[in-house]
């Protein structure tokens, strides 16, 4: 509620939805869970507050993927259950965003003509302005291609009270062939790294004792910014700025591309007391031939030697990986050498999907390689059963260790107990007598489960 105030504040906005409900609903990514923060924000400073059902709300923002599987089924199977929600209220108003929004344009409302706003990926700050539109003139959409600078000023309204996104960069200029944020979220622009010290002084100004840095590619950073007439690399230095920020406890950052990882970031996770011991190595496939088909830029061993040079460097970082299991033409051979890297680098977890195709993407046109069904869902589960054996054994490292945990939440299940991270990232519980969310401890790894750590405190 005080950080609302103050954002009214900030932009000098007369609010106009004063009484109104808003409920937002949203698919995919952190990129979109943070896009839907400044939804949020945005909405409140037109005076309205958060419904705690969708039943409740006036004005229903759907924040839409591409990625997740089946991800258009979902989005207009849930266009048509929220006709319904429309129809049963007055004046209640239905708004579609995100990369879907985006990728399709007037489609949405061809499909779903009960939509009142299309807003794309590039132009969320108008939402409020698209909206007294559509109830000026009725249905509108706004998708914009390209835009040439990050929007920064627009206002958040964020899930957790501890821990906060911060946009560094969007948009991706590589073109793996199974991803569509290229053609939706259009090329990389690097935020000016003074507005982003500066977002991070006001976001640990209002409590935040953890920032997580965010965008497609971000150790490609700062690429397109002219620093001394010339562009370079600049990640690393942004994370010695933003280490230098006092109050500040935790940086971390998603998601960065293998080929892009230099020394210098290496080092300067290793170094910077306050940027967390944990990397995000998103490999996809272990395969030189599908890397290749994937587009991703780097091979087999290129991968390993990335792999090697950041082990080099912090023996003990945690390590987590991203995989897609039967990407088109992926043999049996393919799907071993996937696992012989997930065995030879023990990732400390694995985000992993089944490849489902998406129209926009290049690899939706590889139809005639598509591996059928039952043998994606066979080798997915065999990675899971390897992974989770791995993930429990690199969970166990820690018994018997002292770590700093960051208290973020109660737990769901148990009412006695409350959960947080240490700073390497894993999931750690603690009982909730003398300690609170927020705190900052000093704790005793006591046990592990396989997937989560028992803490007490020291
Ligand atoms: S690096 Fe590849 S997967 Fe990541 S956003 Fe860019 S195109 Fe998509």
Redesign the pocket.
């Known amino acids: 509620m005080e950080q609302t105030v103050v954002i009214k504040q900030k932009m000098n906005f007369t609010p106009s939805r004063e009484g109104k409900k808003y409920f937002v609903k949203t698919f995919g990514c952190q990129m979109n869970e943070h896009d839907s923060e400044k939804i949020a924000g945005m909405f409140e400073l037109d005076g309205m507050t958060k419904a705690t059902i969708e039943d409740s709300a006036d004005i229903m923002f759907i924040n839409t993927c591409t990625i997740r599987e089946n991800a258009d089924d979902r989005l207009y199977g849930t266009l048509g259950q929220l006709k319904k929600w429309k129809d049963e209220g007055i004046d209640r108003k239905l708004l579609v965003g995100g990369c879907a929004a985006q990728k399709d344009k007037e489609l949405v409302r061809e499909r779903a003509p009960w939509v009142d706003v299309v807003i794309g990926t590039h132009n969320l700050t108008n939402i409020i302005n698209l909206l007294n539109q559509s109830e000026d003139w009725g249905p509108i959409t706004e998708i914009i291609d390209e835009i040439e600078d990050l929007p920064t000023d627009a206002p958040s309204i964020r899930e957790s009270e501890h821990s906060a996104w911060l946009t560094i960069q969007i948009g991706?200029n590589?073109?793996?062939t199974f991803?569509i944020?290229?053609s939706v979220r259009g090329p990389e622009i690097s935020r000016r790294p003074s507005d982003i010290i500066n977002e991070a002084q006001e976001l640990v100004g209002s409590g935040i004792k953890e920032i997580t840095l965010l965008g497609?590619?971000v150790n490609s950073y700062g690429r397109d910014l002219k620093i001394d007439n010339k562009s370079r690399p600049y990640f690393a230095q942004l994370l010695h700025k933003l280490n230098e920020i006092d109050g500040l406890e935790r940086i971390r950052f998603t998601?960065p591309?293998p080929k892009d990882f230099k020394e210098e970031t290496i080092n300067a996770v290793k170094s910077l007391s306050k940027v967390c011991n944990q990397i995000h190595v998103p490999l996809q496939s272990g395969s030189s031939d599908i890397l290749s088909k994937m587009h991703r830029g780097y091979n087999k061993e290129k991968f390993i030697q990335k792999v090697d040079m950041i082990r080099g460097i912090i023996p003990d970082v945690s390590l987590t990986t991203d995989i897609i299991v039967g990407f088109p033409g992926e043999t049996e051979e393919d799907f071993q050498d996937t696992m012989d890297i997930v065995k030879y680098v023990e990732f400390d977890s694995v985000y992993m999907f089944q490849f489902s195709p998406r129209p926009g993407t290049k690899a939706y046109d590889m139809e005639d390689e598509f591996v059928e069904q039952d043998i994606i869902k066979k080798r997915f589960q065999h990675l899971k059963d390897v992974q989770t054996d791995i993930s429990e054994k690199r969970l166990k490292r820690f018994v018997g260790t002292e770590q700093v945990l960051l208290i973020e939440k109660p737990s769901k299940k148990n009412n006695q107990v409350l959960t947080g991270k240490i700073d390497s990232g894993q999931i750690t519980h603690i009982d909730k007598k003398n300690v609170s969310t927020g705190d900052v401890v000093e704790v005793k790894i006591i046990d592990s489960t396989p997937f989560y750590l028992k803490a007490e405190l020291i």
């Open positions: 991706c590589n073109s793996c991803c944020v290229p497609q590619n998601s591309h």
